[in-house]
């Protein structure tokens, strides 16, 4: 059995945590973090992660220009990206359900159901690699 791995960019230390927390403890998946988008971009493309959990509002750069520089990376382009974001109009919604991003989770999350959301959205199964991605 392979281990899933996830990479979280997210510049707040606590919705890392959280996150890495959540998803190892309720759903067995590895957790790589990152706290600025050109950290995350170059996990990504170094580690391959499975899943990108992927904040919209980061320092260096914000999530959509992220998620446009991993499209266009031919080394990360397959990964799947969920946006992790706060903007809950329907406008930005629509947006960056325009983009062609997998998912959208919005925060502030619940810790017990964010992992139980990330295996819907992908298809797989908690502690397993059954999944497609």
Known sequence: MVVKRVLVIDDED?????AKLSLKVMA???VILAGTSGEGLAKAEAE???????????PDMDGVVTFQRLQSN????HIPV??????????DQRRFANLGV???ITKPFKPAKLA???LSVLG???????GSN
């Open 124 to 130: 797989w199964s908690a502690g397993t690699t059954s």
């Open 74 to 77: 031919p080394a990360t382009q």
């Open 82 to 91: 969920i946006l992790l974001t706060a903007k809950v109009h329907a406008s």
């Open 14 to 18: 606590d919705i890392r945590e959280v």
């Open 48 to 58: 391959q992660p499975d899943a990108i959990l992927l904040d919209v509002m980061l």
């Open 116 to 118: 139980e959301q990330l």
């Open 28 to 30: 067995g998946i590895d």
């Open 102 to 104: 997998k998912a959208m």
